[in-house]
């Protein structure tokens, strides 16, 4: 009997063992809440597909933008946090650009940092070479060249012709042309403005300049002279007519003698913008002539000569 109770009493007192035992192996290790509430990396991806990343200083997002890569009105940053904690907005969700944007990120604990964005265009200072003029004609295309530190996307630049009382005409661009080490040709339509002098105004990214001197001449259309189709037989005296278009400036034209190479001059009568007359002079040469010109000066004042026609004669002089 006295064996049989200390059994007994054994096994109670290792049951009673065993179940504090895992009793206190079943309990949860509560840890504290975490405090950090850190901002640590925020970069964004650029249009060219290069990551252009933050730096993150005493609460600020300091985001140095490269010139050369068109700026946005949106990003999506890819954003890292501490452990535990949370971000608003979230990594990747896509916000307006702009300085006013603010990022909190909160801990697991509830405390908050606020963490504003500030955007910084790295772009130096737009040059303007207008040490030469530019000649623009109007209903056709002007190429600009000389431009330094622009960026090259007509949806960040703009180009508009200043009058000497300062009106602006926007220019609608075309294209651009890499000429070396961040200089740039820009490609305009001329647009339909008074012929005359203009500076250049470019607008790019944050940058704004115009130019020292008015040095883009914008000129009329070049005149241009129909073709003969049949020889014109006439007598000293006698006038002709040459079609054409933006007959503006003409002079005397000339003609050359089949068999040499000698010009002579035709008298000029009259012209307007889609044709031109001319007469035969009292001592021109008799006989046949392979070559026939229409004339107009310049704005520089030289003389240019159009070919009217390719026919074999085309004038004949007789009696």
């Not at 309990?27 to 925020?42: C, D, G, I, M």
């Not at 002279?225 to 014109?232: I, K, L, P």
Request: glycine share 8%; with cysteine; hydrophobic share 40%.
């Amino acid at each position: 009997m006295k064996l049989s109770n200390i059994s007994t009493m054994q096994l109670t007192a290792a049951a009673l063992l065993l179940w504090l035992t895992i009793g206190a192996c079943s309990k949860e290790t509560v840890q504290a809440p975490y405090p950090y509430n850190e901002l640590k990396t925020f970069q964004v991806v650029a249009s060219a597909g290069d990551t252009i990343p933050a730096a993150i200083s005493n609460g600020s997002i300091i985001l140095y933008w490269p010139f050369d890569h068109p700026l946005p009105d949106s990003i999506a940053p890819l954003i890292s946090i501490s452990e535990h904690a949370t971000v608003s907005p979230a990594s990747g969700t896509r916000v307006f650009l702009k300085d006013s944007v603010s990022y909190v990120v909160t801990a697991e604990t509830g405390a908050k940092a606020t963490y504003k964005l500030r955007v910084i265009v790295n772009q130096p200072d737009l040059l303007i070479n207008d040490g030469t003029d530019v000649v623009g004609r109007l209903e056709a295309t002007t190429d600009i060249g000389g431009i330094t530190y622009v960026i090259p996307d007509s949806a960040f630049t703009a180009v508009y012709l200043v009058t000497a009382s300062g009106a602006e005409t926007r220019c609608v661009i075309n294209s651009f042309t890499e000429l070396g080490a961040n200089e740039y040709s820009v490609n305009i339509a001329t647009p339909a403005v008074d012929t005359g002098s203009y500076k250049l105004k470019i607008v790019s990214g944050v940058q704004t300049l115009t130019s020292e001197r008015d040095y883009v001449k914008i000129i009329y259309p070049f005149p241009t002279v129909n073709g003969v189709a049949t020889a014109f037989t006439l007598k000293r005296g006698e006038t002709f007519t040459l079609s054409g278009t933006n007959m503006r400036g003409m002079v005397a034209g000339r003609a050359r003698l089949t068999g040499g190479q000698t010009y002579y001059n035709l008298e000029l009568v009259t012209f307007n913008l889609t044709s031109v007359t001319y007469r035969i002079p009292a001592d021109f040469p008799l006989g046949n002539y392979n070559l026939l010109h229409a004339a107009f000066r310049n704005y520089l004042g030289t003389t240019v000569y159009l070919r009217a026609g390719t026919i074999n004669p085309v004038l004949i002089i007789t009696e």
